[in-house]
């Protein structure tokens, strides 16, 4: 996957993943949702509306609608299921490291009235500590400002889920408020 993202921005086909730790460092974090029916889900919420922080969310589903993503325009928009399908999502590490070039997809989960829904999420992240998130100079074109400070993996999961700020940090930061 990383290979075909990284040759559609025109980069060696080995870029993006490289700058995210490698195939051997790169962590895989599991994530089981389960929605139980709801009578009036008009009434609740399954998961609010969010980003992604990994660099790719793998997700796994059956077959019961739920997925919406925000597109600009249009509101929130169901997914549609296709069977036997994995969405993808783009995450902010990624975003963060092409410039906003791969945007992180803003979803959130719905509950059904008549069916159990359940989705297992597998989240592609890269080193807490080791690897340091900033654009690829190559993805900030002439004239253009990096989009994104510099931040390790650990720095940008503190900043966005604990709202804190980083030390020498500024107020650039992806999908903060």
């Not at 609740?44 to 925000?70: K, M, R, Y």
């Not at 074109?141 to 999961?157: D, K, M, Q, S, W």
Request: aromatic share 8%; with cysteine.
């Amino acid at each position: 996957m990383f290979s075909l993202l990284s040759l559609g921005l025109g980069l060696d086909e080995n870029k993006l993943e490289a700058e995210l730790g490698g195939k051997d460092d790169l962590l895989l974090q599991l994530k089981i949702n389960y929605y139980p029916r709801c009578p009036q889900p008009e009434l609740a919420l399954g998961v609010e509306a969010h980003t992604d922080v990994s660099s790719l969310s793998f997700i796994l589903h059956n077959g019961v609608p739920g997925l919406q993503v925000f597109k600009n325009g249009f509101g929130w928009v169901t997914a549609p299921l296709v069977p036997n399908s994995i969405i993808v999502h783009v995450g902010d590490a990624l975003e963060i490291i092409t410039n906003g070039r791969y945007h992180s997809v803003l979803h959130r989960g719905l509950v059904n009235k008549e069916n159990i829904r359940i989705s297992w999420a597998v989240f592609c992240e890269p080193p807490r500590e080791k690897v340091v998130l900033r654009p690829l100079p190559e993805l900030v074109g002439e004239g253009e400002v990096a989009r994104f400070e510099p931040r390790t993996f650990a720095e940008h999961l503190e900043r966005k889920l604990f709202k804190a700020r980083v030390a020498g940090s500024g107020d650039k930061a992806v999908c903060e408020d």
